[in-house]
């Protein structure tokens, strides 16, 4: 089945500071997911984006599908950032393989 | 809005026992899924169902049941509970090919 790699597995970051979280995958896709997933357990849907670039605020995200990355952007982090970031993919029958995420805490 | 509704929130069981837990999709989402994730991993799918077919199955053992009823509602059941079953339990809807909404989830404790 498709691998998702995602990193760095943790991220410590100041208030107001900028962030790059990617996410690799093994082999085609054409469905991506970025989430957020809060401390509830909540998945918070950031992006749909099996192929290009998407912006909604300061969040941004690129998927390169020919290069098997997508990257998630965040800029003037917020400590309502803090959380777990999950990138998702699938192929064809609708099942989403997710990564391992991202730990992202943001400091006052 | 999640799309989707679970319950019970939160669910405390014995070794042994059996669970069911309940995902009730907002009205037009004919597909449900069910995923496991366990502390400090990414969820991992359990089963998909569309029009009240079993589309896709993970790699769970046969303790772990689903299905789904006309309304496209469904419920996933556990028996012969293990310590290791104790995870948050996610259920999405989405169309083929299309964004996944998940729910807030149901967190099962086996004690």
């Known amino acids: 089945g498709i691998q998702v790699e995602q990193s760095p597995p943790d991220l410590i970051l100041q208030e107001g500071a900028n962030s790059t979280l990617r996410c690799n995958f093994s082999d085609s896709v054409n469905n991506l997911q970025w989430f957020h997933q809060n401390p509830w357990g909540q998945l918070i849907n950031l992006f749909y984006i099996p192929s290009g670039t998407k912006q909604n605020g300061r969040l941004s995200a690129t998927t390169v599908a020919t290069e098997r990355y997508s990257l998630l952007y965040i800029s003037s982090s917020q400590t309502t950032d803090s959380g777990v970031y999950f990138c998702?993919?699938?192929?064809?029958?609708?099942?989403?393989?997710f990564g391992t995420g991202t730990r992202l805490t943001i400091i006052p | 809005d999640a799309g989707v509704t679970q319950s019970p929130t939160h669910l405390i069981k014995t070794r042994g026992q059996h669970v069911t837990l309940r995902c009730s999709p907002i009205?037009?989402?004919?597909?449900v899924s069910w995923y496991q994730q366990v502390l400090g991993q990414g969820p991992q799918f359990i089963f998909q169902?569309?029009?009240?077919?079993?589309?896709g199955r993970g790699n769970f053992p046969d303790r772990f049941s689903a299905r789904q009823f006309p309304n496209y509602s469904s419920e996933l059941n556990v028996n012969a509970l293990l310590l290791g079953d104790s995870a948050l339990y996610l259920c999405?809807?989405?169309?083929?090919?299309?964004?996944?909404?998940f729910g807030q989830g149901t967190r099962l404790t086996v004690v």
């Open positions: 999405a809807v989405g169309s083929m090919n299309t964004e996944a909404f």
């Open positions: 998702a993919v699938g192929f064809g029958n609708e099942k989403l393989t």
């Open positions: 169902y569309y029009e009240k077919e079993e589309r």
């Open positions: 009205s037009g989402h004919k597909s």
